[in-house]
């Protein structure tokens, strides 16, 4: 990972404040084709009452729109908190080529916290790294879940 990397966490992490302003979970993502953002999203499921409004999923939808197919075997993904199994089931169906993520999840995270779906033998398996700028990711869940309490 390298400052590249990093400036666009960033930016994934300036969506994850967005959803917190909006008393969402604060998780940020976006999906880059080369150095261009290709679309960005947070978590909307309090917003939209749906489970389905994670952040990653509303990244991938708007990306596919934008570029005219469901493939983004071009594309990288950058999430703050590490894909839960819906999550990674969509990065896997929409054979994003590299997964990089902010804070690792003990409770719900696919990428090697609970299982590691992307070990397993479906017919895609994104390069993954895990950690970029995952104390500031989880600072932000943190104070989110302390001020709900």
Request: glycine share 8%.
């Amino acid at each position: 990972m390298d400052a590249r990397d990093e400036r666009l966490m960033r930016l994934a992490l300036e969506e994850a404040r967005q959803a917190m302003k909006e008393g969402e979970v604060p998780v940020g993502a976006l999906i880059v084709r080369g150095d261009e953002v290709i679309s960005s999203a947070h978590n909307l499921r309090e917003t939209r009452k749906t489970a389905l409004d994670h952040a990653e999923c509303a990244a991938i939808r708007e990306a596919c729109e934008q570029l005219g197919g469901w493939r983004l075997h071009e594309c990288e993904l950058f999430v703050t908190l590490e894909p839960c199994p819906m999550c990674a089931g969509a990065v896997i169906n929409a054979r994003i080529r590299r997964l990089v993520y902010g804070a690792s999840d003990p409770k719900a995270g696919c990428c090697g916290s609970v299982t590691d779906l992307f070990s397993l033998p479906f017919n895609h398996h994104p390069q993954v790294e895990g950690g970029l700028l995952a104390e500031e990711s989880a600072a932000l869940l943190r104070a989110f879940f302390k001020a709900r309490r």
